[in-house]
């Protein structure tokens, strides 16, 4: 609850300055909005969990993690389909984003993932070696593709809303997550730690697919990408710092 409602917040917040600071049209706000959303829960916030807080704590990010991708997917699919109806009813629009999706290739690789890991009915052999080809290649070809729109784009031309973004993202997500599960709903340390260094992380390499799977922002998620993660190696130090001291064993 402390996360999502910490991801949602900047989530809007980051739409409306799009569109009230940057001068975005809807489309893109909603791609700006998504960079300042998805955390890199996966490749960096289980691997932190892991090192630097107990196994219950671990067991806790694994919670969030499971929601994460298809949750902020699902809010973020259907909120762009919203922003650009053009005239469609609102049953129309609706059914457009369902459809959308239904049929999106992440969105299928995600809930079957999730289907074969709950149900444990793992694939024929030859076609779990090729997902575990594809899986293997898919990070580097992404980092590949981000690399290739940095040729195309300056950081310089996007560095105020990179820089909002990157705000968004390493400082006022973790911090609406401190205040929610500490003071408000006072979770267990564990669960706090767990939900406050997730929400820490700099956004991932899916806010980059997200813009680019619209063909909106597009240089704006490679900027916030390279941009946040580069001063998450200050901002996540600081967050753990903060941790250890509010919430010591």
């Not at 699902?74 to 009813?89: C, F, H, I, K, Q």
């Not at 006072?186 to 706090?192: G, V």
């Not at 990408?225 to 200050?234: C, G, H, M, N």
Request: net charge positive; aromatic share 8%.
């Amino acid at each position: 609850m402390s996360f999502y409602t910490g991801a949602f917040t900047c989530f809007a917040v980051g739409i409306v300055l799009a569109r009230k600071l940057f001068n975005r049209r809807p489309g893109e706000s909603v791609a700006v909005g998504f960079s300042a959303t998805f955390s890199n829960s996966v490749l960096l916030g289980l691997a932190i969990v892991g090192r630097t807080h107990s196994p219950e704590a671990l067991t806790s990010a694994y919670g969030i993690v499971a929601l994460h991708a298809p949750l902020i997917y699902a809010v973020g699919m259907v909120t762009m389909e919203l922003m650009r109806r053009n005239g469609r009813s609102l049953a129309e629009t609706f059914s457009v984003a369902g459809r959308s999706i239904i049929v999106n290739p992440l969105m299928i690789g995600i809930v079957s993932g999730a289907i074969v890991n709950l149900t444990g009915h793992w694939m024929p052999g030859p076609v779990m070696a090729a997902v575990d080809m594809v899986a293997t290649a898919a990070i580097p070809v992404a980092l590949v593709g981000v690399g290739a729109a940095m040729t195309r784009y300056r950081l310089r031309a996007d560095l105020a809303e990179a820089g909002m973004v990157t705000s968004l993202s390493l400082i006022l997500h973790p911090a609406i997550v401190f205040v929610l599960a500490h003071y408000v709903f006072a979770l267990p340390r564990d669960m706090l730690l767990a939900a406050v260094t997730v929400a820490a992380m700099p956004p991932g390499m899916n806010i980059y697919l997200f813009a680019v799977m619209y063909d909106r922002a597009v240089n704006l998620a490679a900027s916030a990408f390279l941009l946040a993660t580069t001063l998450s190696v200050l901002t996540i130090s600081g967050w753990l710092y903060v941790l250890h001291h509010m919430a010591p064993a």
